[in-house]
C-alpha cells in the first residue's frame, strides 16, 4: 500500500426514480497532487463509496467549484452517470442517466470538506471494507479519530476528534 495527499468528503443525496426519492451516502477523495491526470484543467479527480436502497457502489469523477460529475458502479455491476451543477445555496443540482438504458432522472446532492491534505492509503488491489479499516487505523493513529468503549454495550466506538 501507499499513500496520496487527498481531501476527503462526505456526499448525501437523492435521486427521483417513480415519483419516489431515493436517499444516498458516502464519501470520496479528491486526489489533488498537481501531476493528477484529469479532463478539465479546473477540475480535480476523485474516487469513493456509496450505498443507496440498491446497495454498495463504487464512484469516480472530478469536481471543480461549479461542477461535479462521476460515474457510480455497483458491485453487482450497474452503471449510473451523474451530472450536477453548483447552485447558489452550494446544493449540487442534476441529473443521472443509467448506462445501456434510456432511464434517466433529476438528482441532487450536498458534500462537505470533512479533511484537508490527508495522506490517504492506496492499495494495490481494492476492497472496500480493507480499504475502510487501514484508512479509520490510519486516522487513529494520526489522533483525527479516537476509539473509545462504549458504556452501556462495550463495544468500541470510532469518534471525530
Known amino acids: 500500500m501507499g499513500t496520496e495527499k487527498s481531501d476527503v468528503y462526505s456526499i448525501s443525496g437523492m435521486f427521483a ?14 486526489r489533488t497532487s498537481p501531476d493528477e ?12 463509496l456509496l450505498v443507496d436502497c440498491y446497495g ?16 457510480k458502479i455497483y458491485f453487482h455491476g450497474t452503471e449510473i452517470r451523474y451530472n450536477f451543477r453548483r447552485n447558489d445555496k452550494g446544493i449540487w443540482l442534476g441529473e443521472y ?23 490517504m492509503v492506496v492499495p494495490e488491489h481494492f476492497d472496500p471494507e480493507g480499504w475502510t479499516k ?7 493513529d494520526e489522533g483525527r479519530l479516537e476509539i473509545v468503549r462504549d458504556e452501556q454495550t462495550g463495544e ?3 469518534l471525530s476528534k
Not at 491526470?37 to 469513493?48: D, E, I, T
Not at 487501514?134 to 487513529?140: D, H, N, P, S, T
Open 17 to 30: 426514480e417513480q415519483g419516489q426519492a431515493k436517499f444516498f451516502g458516502g464519501f470520496f477523495s479528491v
Open 156 to 158: 468500541e466506538v470510532v
Open 97 to 119: 442517466s443509467i448506462k445501456n438504458s434510456t432511464k434517466k432522472g433529476r438528482a441532487c446532492a450536498k458534500t462537505n470538506l470533512d479533511w484537508m491534505d490527508f495522506n
Open 37 to 48: 491526470p484529469r479532463q478539465s484543467v479546473l477540475a480535480m479527480p476523485f474516487s469513493g
Open 134 to 140: 487501514a484508512l479509520l487505523e490510519q486516522m487513529v
Open 56 to 71: 454498495r457502489s463504487k464512484i469516480d469523477g472530478e469536481l471543480s467549484s461549479q461542477e461535479l460529475g462521476f460515474d
